[in-house]
């Protein structure tokens, strides 16, 4: 394992620019190179000669050079270098756009392999801007023969750059260590992941794919769930605080709320009661999809916390998602004269008159006097350490570290110096199917909010093409003059000069101008100031601004009842599971709700057409958000259209980091947890299996249940 982990630039041919562009992607060892595995695979059916080319099918040539020059196309103004190649069987013309130094990496007379589509035009055969490399007839091609993997790059760096690298260090494969146990491999039918790491990188039939892409799964499901098995029997040693039901309390709290909760909000908070109850510290994910009210069943657990006269923590990945909870729990706990206290990087407010106004110490100070505090990642600060902390609530966790989350609990000073745990509460509103609660029931215990909150209407989605702007304006027009409020999203902060993707400040100007003169707007983006943030959110929220146009910053988290539009400008370039936490910001409140997906205005003949994407089926992926509301089905949807040429699995942020294991691959998930438990029976410490151990217990000590 030594020799894997040798620093990248011992391999020849990278310099130090190329080991910064290494670094960038993560890689910084052989080991690191080795585990950057491919995303997809382009596939090249071999073709013998020119007298066997097929048209419109991704083939591989072996031909002679015999002419090639770069000529100017004054109409489109580009530069276009052409070649006639030969072999025994005929000639062929090919072609390559903008690439004039291929004129000066080919040669006449050289031989090459070609990968790409022949096309015919106008009676001709054409090869356009196929992939190349030279060869000899002693070489075997590895950039356009058969099976070619597809690498994620950065700036300046290439495939066949990266494919190289990988081929150079491919006799380490070799030395890879295997963690799991040879009987599993058996029982399992498995390769070894030295054969898988092979077949991965450089497959010769789709066969090697699934076999490696089968061990790899089964690898990172069986890690997951032995470190859940190790940290759930680490969990059972601990102590925490028992959190009273004080069931009279919470029963007036419910019954004075302006709403009724709905039978998963009871469950739910019934669930987290009873677990706090417990001298066990809990560790409970509270999921429910976008707008189903999962704060509230935290301020109820946080109520009983705070009625046992304990401390308890809210913490938010916002600095506007933490405000937001503070002004809640302020205004819903207002009658209980509990100390509440909002810190983060930029804003320390509080309820109560602090002790000391030495600003040097404020943190520290809100931290021993207050009960409830609401923050940013600014509660686990360096000099931050809390009274006695009973609660830790964490909202969107997928948004902290794993680090950050084992922080927290290395931070409550107990008033009596016991050493205690907190009680662990995640909240996250990722889609979690039957599968992955098999896996989390190792560790953490589920609690799900299925249904949303009563008299909420489903959300009206539709497609707007650039002919149906205006009245799509119209009607968002006629919506604000009803005294409703909208959201415009852009996907940019400025413009970018030659591209077509909106920009929030452009289209602030355009729409200002030209569109909605009248009414009352402002700009919100990530880089303007905690102080311009709140002032904003708090003149949308007070009906004094009627429409938003913000870049992604209010994905998670705002609550804006009388908000009833969602325009998503460009919508065509986000993910399926983002333009449905967009959406979630609308359709809060009693009144019906709209979102309107706005395609890019460009045409396949424009400049500046951006040809990673493909439009019509982005398009037919916008029509799945038209159909379904549900999270989990737009999450089916999502894995479902990703196809089978990628061999990466849906990553679930803040469960996995899984690359091959679906949350949706309930069998090998099944399969993957029989087996911990079969080898625990007869060995629960795994002692038998030091490697394994070694890793588990590392990984254990870089985690925490989530």
Same mark, same amino acid.
């Given at each position: 394992?030594?020799?894997?982990?040798?620093?990248?630039?011992?391999?020849?041919?990278?310099?130090?620019?190329?080991?910064?562009?290494?670094?960038?992607?993560?890689?910084?060892?052989?080991?690191?190179?080795?585990?950057?595995?491919?995303?997809?695979?382009?596939?090249?059916?071999?073709?013998?000669?020119?007298?066997?080319?097929?048209?419109?099918?991704?083939?591989?040539?072996?031909?002679?050079?015999?002419?090639?020059?770069?000529?100017?196309?004054?109409?489109?103004?580009?530069?276009?270098?052409?070649?006639?190649?030969?072999?025994?069987?005929?000639?062929?013309?090919?072609?390559?756009?903008?690439?004039?130094?291929?004129?000066?990496?080919?040669?006449?007379?050289?031989?090459?392999?070609?990968?790409?589509?022949?096309?015919?035009?106008?009676?001709?055969?054409?090869?356009?801007?196929?992939?190349?490399?030279?060869?000899?007839?002693?070489?075997?091609?590895?950039?356009?023969?058969?099976?070619?993997?597809?690498?994620?790059?950065?700036?300046?760096?290439?495939?066949?750059?990266? %494919?190289?690298?990988?081929?150079?260090?491919?006799?380490?494969?070799?030395?890879?260590?295997?963690?799991?146990?040879?009987?599993?491999l058996e029982r399992q039918s498995l390769i070894n992941i030295n054969l898988a790491t092979e077949k991965i990188h450089f497959p010769k039939k789709d066969d090697d794919i699934e076999k490696a892409s089968e061990y790899f799964k089964f690898l990172e499901l069986f890690l997951?769930?032995?470190?859940?098995?190790?940290?759930?029997?680490?969990?059972?040693?601990?102590?925490?605080?028992?959190?009273?039901?004080?069931?009279?309390?919470?029963?007036?709290?419910?019954?004075?709320?302006?709403?009724?909760?709905?039978?998963?909000?009871?469950?739910?908070?019934?669930?987290?009661?009873?677990?706090?109850?417990?001298?066990?510290?809990?560790?409970?994910?509270?999921?429910?999809?976008?707008?189903?009210?999962?704060?509230?069943?935290?301020?109820?657990?946080?109520?009983?916390?705070?009625?046992?006269?304990?401390?308890?923590?809210?913490?938010?990945?916002?600095?506007?998602?933490?405000?937001?909870?503070?002004?809640?729990?302020?205004?819903?706990?207002?009658?209980?004269?509990?100390?509440?206290?909002?810190?983060?990087?930029?804003?320390?407010?509080?309820?109560?008159?602090?002790?000391?106004?030495?600003?040097?110490?404020?943190?520290?100070?809100?931290?021993?006097?207050?009960?409830?505090?609401?923050?940013?990642?600014?509660?686990?600060?360096?000099?931050?350490?809390?009274?006695?902390?009973?609660?830790?609530?964490?909202?969107?966790?997928?948004?902290?570290?794993?680090?950050?989350?084992?922080?927290?609990?290395?931070?409550?000073?107990?008033?009596?110096?016991?050493?205690?745990?907190?009680?662990?509460?995640?909240?996250?509103?990722?889609?979690?199917?039957?599968?992955?609660?098999?896996?989390?029931?190792?560790?953490?215990?589920?609690?799900?909010?299925?249904?949303?909150?009563?008299?909420?209407?489903?959300?009206?989605?539709?497609?707007?093409?650039?002919?149906?702007?205006?009245?799509?304006?119209?009607?968002?027009?006629?919506?604000?003059?009803?005294?409703?409020?909208?959201?415009?999203?852009?996907?940019?902060?400025?413009?970018?000069?030659?591209?077509?993707?909106?920009?929030?400040?452009?289209?602030?100007?355009?729409?200002?101008?030209?569109?909605?003169?009248?009414?009352?707007?402002?700009?919100?983006?990530?880089?303007?100031?905690?102080?311009?943030?709140?002032?904003?959110?708090?003149?949308?929220?007070?009906?004094?601004?009627?429409?938003? =146009?913000?870049?992604?910053?209010?994905?998670?988290?705002?609550?804006?009842?009388?908000?009833?539009?969602?325009?998503?400008?460009?919508?065509?370039?986000?993910?399926?599971?983002?333009?449905?936490?967009? %959406?979630? %910001?609308?359709?809060?409140?009693?009144?019906? /709700?709209?979102?309107?997906?706005?395609?890019?205005?460009?045409?396949?003949?424009?400049?500046?057409?951006?040809?990673?994407?493909?439009?019509?089926?982005?398009?037919?992926?916008?029509?799945?958000?038209?159909?379904?509301?549900?999270?989990?089905?737009?999450?089916? =949807?999502?894995?479902?259209? %990703?196809?089978?040429?990628?061999?990466?699995?849906?990553?679930?942020?803040?469960?996995?980091?899984?690359?091959?294991?679906?949350?949706?691959?309930?069998?090998?998930?099944?399969?993957?947890?029989?087996?911990?438990?079969?080898? /625990?029976?007869?060995?629960?410490?795994?002692?038998?299996?030091?490697?394994?151990?070694?890793?588990?217990?590392?990984?254990?000590?870089?985690?925490?249940?989530?």
């Amino acid at each position: 394992m030594e020799n894997l982990e040798k620093n990248i630039k011992t391999l020849p041919k990278i310099g130090d620019k190329t080991e910064k562009k290494l670094e960038k992607m993560g890689i910084k060892t052989i080991n690191d190179l080795i585990f950057h595995f491919p995303f997809r695979y382009e596939k090249y059916e071999f073709c013998e000669n020119l007298g066997k080319i097929k048209i419109n099918t991704a083939i591989n040539l072996k031909v002679k050079i015999d002419l090639i020059r770069n000529k100017r196309s004054f109409r489109k103004k580009m530069t276009i270098s052409e070649a006639i190649v030969s072999d025994d069987h005929g000639s062929l013309e090919v072609i390559w756009f903008n690439q004039p130094f291929i004129s000066k990496t080919l040669k006449n007379g050289d031989m090459v392999s070609l990968a790409g589509k022949i096309m015919a035009n106008n009676g001709r055969l054409i090869m356009a801007s196929p992939i190349y490399e030279k060869i000899n007839q002693y070489s075997e091609p590895i950039h356009t023969k058969g099976i070619v993997p597809i690498y994620n790059l950065t700036s300046g760096l290439t495939q066949k750059q990266l %494919r190289f690298f990988i081929k150079k260090i491919s006799p380490n494969f070799l030395k890879i260590t295997e963690y799991l146990p040879k009987e599993t491999l058996e029982r399992q039918s498995l390769i070894n992941i030295n054969l898988a790491t092979e077949k991965i990188h450089f497959p010769k039939k789709d066969d090697d794919i699934e076999k490696a892409s089968e061990y790899f799964k089964f690898l990172e499901l069986f890690l997951f769930q032995l470190k859940s098995y190790f940290l759930k029997k680490e969990l059972e040693t601990k102590r925490a605080e028992k959190l009273e039901i004080k069931l009279n309390e919470i029963k007036k709290f419910i019954l004075s709320l302006p709403f009724e909760l709905t039978d998963d909000q009871k469950k739910s908070s019934w669930e987290i009661l009873k677990d706090i109850e417990k001298n066990n510290p809990m560790s409970r994910l509270l999921q429910g999809d976008v707008g189903s009210g999962k704060t509230i069943v935290a301020l109820i657990a946080i109520l009983n916390c705070l009625l046992n006269k304990k401390q308890a923590i809210f913490m938010a990945p916002t600095e506007i998602l933490a405000t937001q909870h503070y002004k809640t729990a302020l205004k819903l706990l207002e009658k209980y004269n509990f100390k509440i206290a909002l810190l983060s990087s930029q804003k320390k407010e509080s309820n109560f008159e602090l002790l000391s106004k030495n600003k040097k110490d404020i943190q520290q100070i809100i931290c021993q006097q207050a009960d409830l505090i609401i923050g940013t990642h600014s509660l686990i600060s360096e000099n931050i350490h809390f009274k006695n902390l009973s609660l830790v609530v964490i909202d969107e966790q997928h948004r902290f570290g794993v680090s950050q989350r084992q922080e927290i609990l290395k931070k409550n000073l107990d008033d009596n110096k016991k050493e205690t745990t907190p009680h662990f509460l995640s909240m996250t509103a990722t889609p979690i199917p039957r599968s992955l609660s098999l896996v989390l029931f190792n560790g953490s215990k589920l609690s799900s909010i299925k249904t949303k909150p009563k008299n909420r209407l489903d959300i009206k989605t539709e497609i707007v093409s650039t002919e149906r702007k205006n009245k799509m304006y119209e009607f968002i027009n006629q919506e604000i003059k009803n005294g409703r409020q909208a959201f415009i999203i852009c996907p940019l902060i400025e413009e970018i000069e030659n591209s077509e993707i909106k920009s929030v400040k452009e289209e602030y100007q355009k729409l200002k101008k030209n569109i909605f003169p009248e009414i009352e707007m402002s700009i919100l983006h990530g880089k303007m100031k905690a102080t311009e943030k709140e002032q904003i959110m708090s003149d949308f929220l007070a009906n004094k601004i009627k429409i938003i =146009i913000s870049t992604s910053v209010i994905e998670v988290g705002i609550d804006v009842p009388n908000a009833t539009i969602m325009l998503i400008e460009g919508a065509e370039r986000f993910g399926l599971a983002q333009l449905h936490q967009f %959406r979630g %910001r609308v359709g809060r409140g009693e009144y019906q /709700s709209y979102c309107f997906l706005s395609l890019s205005e460009t045409k396949n003949d424009t400049p500046f057409f951006d040809k990673k994407i493909n439009y019509s089926k982005s398009t037919s992926r916008l029509e799945a958000l038209k159909k379904y509301q549900n999270g989990l089905d737009l999450a089916k =949807i999502d894995l479902k259209n %990703r196809g089978s040429g990628n061999i990466y699995g849906k990553i679930q942020s803040g469960f996995t980091n899984f690359k091959f294991a679906s949350i949706f691959d309930y069998e090998t998930i099944k399969k993957s947890r029989d087996e911990i438990e079969l080898l /625990s029976q007869s060995d629960p410490n795994f002692e038998k299996y030091p490697l394994l151990l070694k890793k588990i217990t590392k990984n254990i000590e870089e985690t925490h249940l989530e």
